[in-house]
């Protein structure tokens, strides 16, 4: 059984009596099955830094319209990094781009070494092999994708016994190398859905990255490729193997595994895979009683007040109804309310809003509260209420300030650590790349397109459209694809990411739609170069 526990291998030995290896090579280990997918595990655990600060989601968000982190006092100024992201300032020598390229590269070259262990198995006649393979080109794909996506160019590195510093490749070389790795392994990658290609990389999860690299193909080469994006959106959803869950909340819930919407997850635990740090990273220090932590929040991450203002009737105060969880009442038992609540977008679940309470029904309460004429007097006084506006980014900005990030269930005696499996890839955005896609070959007026937007609509218990646009596209993305790693995409696609939002005015200069290469890469690697602008 190969299923949720791939990447949990590294962690379960017990047994302190094994022999060990200095070296795991072809020789001493990859003998049999079971050790062919422990080592296998090694290529998705480095998934595993999606989940927290200062990384490749964070990195993508905080260039958005979605998500701030404000400077309250001395809290969350970090020497300017996070401002400068916001106000697209970014400079070549902030620490989260030099991270991100880490995360991206460690991923690659995790990826190639365990190629070249599989190759020199299949040379030594093992028939098991090939499979193993596809699946790891597949993966690493995905790495080069997310490379490509965000800083447009970067080495392309294929032998991990290729020792030769080489410099970047452009936009255009890494979009054809993508293209053709998932060509090649697409047609012999897996197709079954169940325990033992859960959390690993399918036919589905290879057609949804090449979905997602004909969306923006215009984008990354100048040529559109919506009708291939189309196509493969379309492979997916003829597939049968995935439908939007009934609740939109059930994807993200704390045991997420049965979702049959998720098509790629990263399997976090909190005993045996740490790092998904989500309450830490967004709720306020005093939600440490609303939900029983172990851990004290940081109070870092709020949603922009103009993306949170975009749902339908968003909650901005919902009162003393006992506890809160994600902005909307729960009973004694912990048990959310249904999602039919007026006219709410269900998808309010993405936030955390509104007066917090602790499971005993007692007002949560701020005890660093300083009040009136402090240098952050939160308007609502001692009793934390998430508001969703925010008065400023900084220096003094409100503790209390912003709706804070809902998206996953937190679990009630939760640590640091979630347990929810991080969605990479999901079937009700293949359902907008579809509508998408077909809007821009056949405009908006297409029948497909609007029915395909209007199941998302649906699901989310807000009337369905009675017309398509690409406002209406774009703004129905944002709400359901929210904290997804989608919307830096969206924002370039549709013409959005030089607006002014937030704190943030016009961008003068379009060089900000892609990162800058690492200041401390180029000190590194004499042959790169900088990305046009920086």
Same mark, same amino acid.
């Given at each position: 059984?190969?299923?949720?526990?791939?990447?949990?291998?590294?962690?379960?030995?017990?047994?302190?009596?094994?022999?060990? !290896?200095?070296?795991?090579?072809?020789?001493?280990?990859? /003998?049999?099955?079971?050790?062919?997918?422990?080592?296998?595990?090694?290529?998705?655990?480095? &998934?595993?830094?999606?989940?927290?600060?200062?990384?490749?989601?964070?990195? $993508?968000? +905080?260039?958005?319209?979605?998500?701030?982190?404000?400077?309250?006092?001395?809290?969350?100024?970090?020497?300017?990094?996070?401002?400068?992201?916001?106000?697209?300032?970014?400079?070549?020598?902030?620490?989260?781009?030099?991270?991100?390229?880490?995360?991206?590269?460690?991923?690659?070259?995790?990826?190639?070494?365990? +190629?070249?262990? !599989?190759?020199?198995?299949?040379?030594?006649?093992?028939?098991?092999?090939?499979?193993?393979?596809?699946?790891?080109?597949?993966?690493?794909?995905?790495?080069?994708?997310?490379?490509?996506?965000?800083?447009?160019?970067?080495?392309?590195?294929?032998?991990?016994?290729?020792?030769?510093?080489?410099?970047?490749?452009?936009?255009?070389?890494?979009?054809?190398?993508?293209?053709?790795?998932?060509?090649?392994?697409?047609?012999?990658?897996?197709?079954?859905?169940?325990?033992?290609?859960?959390?690993?990389?399918?036919?589905?999860?290879?057609?949804?990255?090449?979905?997602?690299?004909?969306?923006?193909?215009?984008?990354?080469?100048?040529?559109?490729?919506?009708?291939?994006?189309?196509?493969?959106?379309?492979?997916?959803?003829?597939?049968?193997?995935?439908?939007?869950?009934?609740?939109?909340?059930?994807?993200?819930?704390?045991?997420?595994?049965?979702?049959?919407?998720?098509?790629?997850?990263?399997?976090?635990?909190?005993?045996?895979?740490?790092?998904?740090?989500?309450?830490?990273?967004?709720?306020?220090?005093?939600?440490?009683?609303?939900?029983?932590?172990?851990?004290?929040?940081?109070?870092?991450?709020?949603?922009?007040?103009?993306?949170?203002?975009?749902?339908? $009737?968003?909650?901005?105060?919902?009162?003393?109804?006992?506890?809160?969880?994600?902005?909307?009442?729960?009973?004694? $038992?912990?048990?959310?309310?249904?999602?039919?609540?007026?006219? /709410?977008?269900?998808?309010?679940?993405? !936030?955390?809003?509104?007066?917090?309470?602790?499971?005993?029904?007692?007002?949560?309460?701020?005890?660093?509260?300083?009040?009136?004429?402090?240098?952050?007097?939160?308007?609502?006084?001692?009793?934390?209420? !998430?508001?969703?506006?925010?008065?400023?980014?900084?220096?003094?900005?409100?503790?209390?300030?912003?709706?804070?990030?809902?998206?996953?269930?937190?679990?009630?005696?939760?640590?640091?650590?979630?347990?929810?499996?991080?969605?990479?890839?999901?079937?009700?955005?293949?359902?907008?790349?579809?509508?998408?896609?077909?809007?821009?070959? $056949?405009?908006?007026?297409?029948?497909?397109?609007?029915?395909?937007?209007?199941?998302?609509?649906?699901?989310?218990?807000?009337?369905?459209?009675?017309?398509?646009?690409?406002?209406?596209?774009?703004?129905?993305?944002?709400?359901?694809?929210?904290?997804?790693?989608?919307?830096?995409?969206?924002?370039?696609? &549709?013409?959005?990411?030089?607006?002014?939002?937030?704190?943030?005015?016009?961008?003068?200069?379009?060089?900000?739609? +892609?990162?800058?290469?690492?200041?401390? /890469?180029?000190?590194?690697?004499?042959?790169?170069?900088?990305?046009?602008?920086?």
């Amino acid at each position: 059984m190969i299923g949720v526990s791939v990447t949990f291998f590294t962690f379960s030995c017990t047994n302190l009596d094994e022999e060990l !290896f200095d070296q795991v090579t072809a020789d001493n280990f990859f /003998q049999t099955d079971q050790e062919l997918i422990a080592g296998l595990g090694a290529a998705y655990s480095s &998934f595993g830094g999606l989940g927290n600060h200062s990384n490749l989601w964070s990195t $993508n968000e +905080l260039v958005s319209d979605e998500l701030i982190i404000t400077t309250k006092g001395g809290d969350w100024f970090d020497g300017g990094v996070l401002q400068q992201l916001h106000l697209h300032t970014f400079t070549p020598d902030n620490g989260f781009f030099n991270n991100t390229w880490g995360q991206l590269y460690g991923g690659i070259s995790t990826a190639n070494r365990l +190629l070249a262990q !599989f190759q020199e198995l299949k040379a030594q006649g093992n028939t098991s092999a090939d499979a193993y393979i596809a699946e790891l080109r597949a993966v690493r794909a995905l790495w080069y994708y997310w490379i490509m996506d965000g800083f447009g160019r970067g080495p392309l590195v294929t032998d991990f016994n290729d020792t030769e510093v080489k410099g970047a490749s452009s936009r255009q070389e890494l979009y054809n190398f993508i293209e053709s790795e998932l060509n090649a392994v697409i047609p012999v990658l897996p197709t079954a859905k169940d325990a033992t290609t859960y959390g690993r990389m399918t036919r589905w999860a290879a057609l949804t990255i090449r979905a997602k690299l004909y969306l923006n193909a215009q984008i990354y080469t100048g040529t559109a490729q919506y009708q291939k994006a189309a196509d493969d959106a379309k492979a997916i959803i003829d597939g049968g193997k995935y439908n939007l869950e009934a609740t939109y909340k059930d994807n993200f819930a704390v045991n997420n595994a049965g979702s049959n919407e998720n098509i790629f997850v990263y399997p976090y635990d909190k005993v045996f895979a740490g790092g998904f740090n989500w309450p830490m990273m967004t709720l306020h220090y005093a939600s440490q009683t609303v939900y029983n932590l172990t851990d004290q929040p940081w109070n870092g991450y709020s949603v922009v007040e103009e993306f949170y203002n975009s749902y339908s $009737n968003p909650v901005t105060n919902p009162g003393p109804q006992g506890p809160v969880w994600l902005g909307l009442a729960i009973d004694a $038992n912990n048990d959310r309310v249904p999602d039919d609540v007026g006219t /709410q977008d269900s998808r309010l679940s993405n !936030f955390v809003v509104g007066p917090q309470y602790k499971p005993s029904g007692d007002k949560a309460v701020d005890p660093a509260f300083e009040g009136p004429g402090s240098a952050q007097p939160d308007p609502d006084g001692i009793n934390l209420n !998430f508001t969703p506006r925010i008065n400023e980014l900084g220096p003094n900005a409100w503790r209390q300030g912003g709706a804070r990030i809902g998206k996953y269930a937190f679990e009630i005696g939760g640590t640091a650590n979630m347990s929810n499996d991080f969605v990479v890839f999901r079937y009700a955005d293949v359902l907008l790349i579809r509508a998408e896609a077909l809007a821009r070959l $056949n405009g908006y007026g297409n029948a497909e397109a609007l029915t395909l937007v209007n199941q998302i609509r649906t699901r989310a218990k807000v009337d369905p459209f009675v017309t398509l646009d690409a406002d209406k596209l774009y703004a129905e993305r944002g709400r359901e694809m929210f904290a997804e790693m989608t919307r830096r995409q969206d924002m370039l696609r &549709f013409g959005k990411f030089g607006a002014a939002y937030g704190f943030k005015g016009v961008d003068a200069s379009t060089k900000y739609q +892609l990162f800058p290469i690492p200041k401390q /890469q180029l000190d590194a690697n004499a042959k790169l170069t900088q990305n046009p602008g920086y």
